[in-house]
C-alpha cells in the first residue's frame, strides 16, 4: 500500500506559476512510474504528465507541453510538478498516482495508487 499526499494547489490569476508536490509514504517509491492527473469539473480525469522510475524518462499531454514540467526526487519520496504559464483552462483538481505497470503509461486505469487530490483554480 502506498499513501500518496499532494500539496501546493491555489488560486492564481493567468500567466502565473505553482509547484505542486506530492509525497509518498513507501520507501519504495523509486519502483513506482509516478504520473499527475487532472480533472476539470464536469470532464474526465486526463494525464497531464508522467515520470519514470529513475526520473529519465517523462510524457506530457498536448495541451501542457512546454508549460508544465515532473519531476521526481526519490531521495525524498516526492514527485513535483512545476506549473508556468498557467490558463484558465488548466483549472481541475490535480492527483498524483503511482503506477507499478514499468512502463510511461497514461491511462488513469493503469495507475494502481491516487492522492486524495488539490484543487489549481486559474483566474482570467
Known amino acids: 500500500q502506498v499513501q500518496l499526499v499532494e500539496s501546493g494547489g491555489g488560486l492564481v490569476q493567468a500567466g502565473a506559476s505553482l509547484r505542486l508536490s506530492c509525497a509518498a509514504s513507501r520507501h519504495t517509491f523509486s519502483f513506482y512510474v509516478m504520473g499527475w492527473f487532472r480533472q476539470p469539473p464536469g470532464k474526465e480525469r486526463e494525464a497531464v504528465g508522467v515520470?519514470?522510475?529513475?526520473?529519465?524518462?517523462?510524457n506530457y499531454a498536448d495541451s501542457v507541453k512546454g508549460r508544465f514540467t515532473i519531476s521526481r526526487d526519490n531521495a525524498k519520496n516526492t514527485v513535483y510538478l512545476e506549473m508556468n504559464s498557467l490558463k484558465p483552462e488548466d483549472t481541475a483538481v490535480y492527483y498524483c498516482?503511482?503506477?507499478?505497470?514499468?512502463?510511461?503509461?497514461?491511462?488513469?486505469?493503469?495507475?494502481?495508487?491516487w492522492g486524495q487530490g488539490t484543487q489549481v483554480t486559474v483566474s482570467s
Open positions: 515520470i519514470n522510475e529513475s526520473g529519465t524518462g517523462t
Open positions: 498516482a503511482a503506477s507499478r505497470s514499468g512502463v510511461l503509461v497514461t491511462t488513469a486505469a493503469q495507475y494502481d495508487y
